[in-house]
């Protein structure tokens, strides 16, 4: 599951910094916004999601922020572990059913050093 | 916790043979997609199925692919007539939701490589 080859931006912290990554999308329709980590060798993990009606969205040291006027979706990471470091993807929702038709975005690779 | 799995991990075949593909959803959703990520790429949208039946398939999914839910837990994805270019991670995702409330949970992945 590991995006090898692709000349991903790279984010390098320190452990116990805060992470932002940033990802432009494309429709101004898409209602449905979800932020994944890609560990090598695995899938696609659900980290959080937030939907088109909502600026900004917490979890447990995530928080989403949506900015629907320049099409902007930003994952911050408070208190980055070594455990973070993986490929982090955005994706929106296009679909015309409402069933899950998901577009990711290219990623970036999160660095935590300890 | 619940996981998708898939098998098999890795598969290796020459060009124009079929290829099959499981997937074990969790066992309480009821929506099933595939995904792709080629070498170097994105994540590609393949399809989703929804009571036996596809609900949306992207261009990607041409008439070498189907899929099929055989029992009430596997999820397959077939590919009739393999080509170079289906090289690629192929990953089953499910969600118990309709998919604009719930991020579904993906699988591990398999590994096609057409020789």
């Known amino acids: 599951g590991e995006s090898v080859g692709l000349h991903l931006p790279t984010l390098s912290v320190q452990e116990g910094d805060n992470s932002i990554i940033n990802c432009a999308y494309s429709?101004?329709?898409?209602?449905?916004f979800i932020w994944y980590k890609q560990e090598s060798g695995k899938g696609p993990q659900f980290i959080i999601d937030?939907?088109?009606?909502?600026d900004k969205r917490q979890g447990q040291r995530v928080t989403v922020l949506l900015n629907k006027t320049v099409k902007h979706l930003s994952l911050q990471i408070a208190a980055t572990q070594p455990g973070d470091s993986a490929v982090y993807f955005c994706?929106?929702?296009?679909?015309?059913?409402?069933?899950?038709?998901?577009?990711f975005g290219t990623g970036t690779r999160l660095l935590v050093s300890p | 916790e619940p996981e998708v799995t898939q098998t098999p991990s890795h598969q290796v075949t020459q060009m124009g043979q079929e290829v099959i593909l499981r997937c074990v959803p969790i066992?309480?959703?009821?929506?099933f997609y595939w995904y792709r990520q080629i070498l170097g790429q994105k994540v590609e949208f393949l399809v989703s199925?929804?009571?036996?039946?596809?609900?949306?398939k992207s261009e990607i999914f041409d008439d070498q692919f189907s899929v099929e839910r055989p029992d009430g837990s596997n999820f397959t994805l077939k590919i009739r007539s393999t080509k170079l270019e289906d090289s690629a991670m192929y990953f089953c995702?499910?969600?118990?939701?309709?998919?604009?409330?719930?991020?579904?949970?993906f699988g591990p992945g398999t590994r096609l490589l057409v020789l």
């Open positions: 429709n101004s329709a898409s209602d449905y």
């Open positions: 937030i939907r088109s009606n909502m």
């Open positions: 995702a499910s969600s118990e939701e309709q998919g604009y409330r719930s991020g579904g949970h």
């Open positions: 066992s309480n959703h009821l929506y």
């Open positions: 199925f929804y009571n036996n039946e596809i609900s949306e």
């Open positions: 994706a929106e929702n296009k679909g015309n059913t409402g069933f899950q038709k998901l577009v």
